[in-house]
């Protein structure tokens, strides 16, 4: 499966974006992966088919992962955005449930996220 993720952008502190991540074809999890510069990649969120969600506690009350099966999307609503959100933001899909990067096998290209002050 491939996976095309976009909606990055320059944002000021507190505003908002939406990311989508369009798979090829069917996904059972899905999952937002973040790194920042110089950084590794951190876990953001992840979704089931079945819409079980789970967030990380840094982003928990302001990011908000959906899916939409029928088009095969994923998306991240991410509010109250902060510096150190900036990063760039990767989607991924596995058939193992897990905050983990390395049970992820398929992998979009990432998209640009920059959160000024």
């Known amino acids: 499966v491939q996976l095309q993720a976009s909606g990055g952008g320059l944002v000021q502190a507190g505003g908002s974006l939406r990311l989508s991540c369009a798979a090829s074809?069917?996904?059972?999890?899905v999952a937002w992966f973040r790194q920042a510069p110089g950084k590794e990649r951190d876990f953001v969120a992840a979704?089931?088919?079945?819409?079980?969600?789970y967030t990380a506690d840094s982003v928990e009350g302001r990011f908000t992962i959906s899916r939409d099966n029928a088009n095969n999307t994923v998306y991240l609503q991410m509010n109250s955005l902060k510096p150190e959100d900036t990063g760039v933001y990767y989607c991924?899909?596995?058939?193992?449930?897990?905050?983990?990067?390395?049970?992820?096998?398929?992998w979009g290209q990432g998209t640009l996220v920059t959160v000024s002050s």
């Open positions: 991924a899909t596995s058939d193992v449930w897990s905050s983990q990067s390395s049970r992820y096998k398929y």
């Open positions: 074809g069917r996904t059972e999890n």
């Open positions: 979704i089931r088919r079945g819409g079980f969600r």
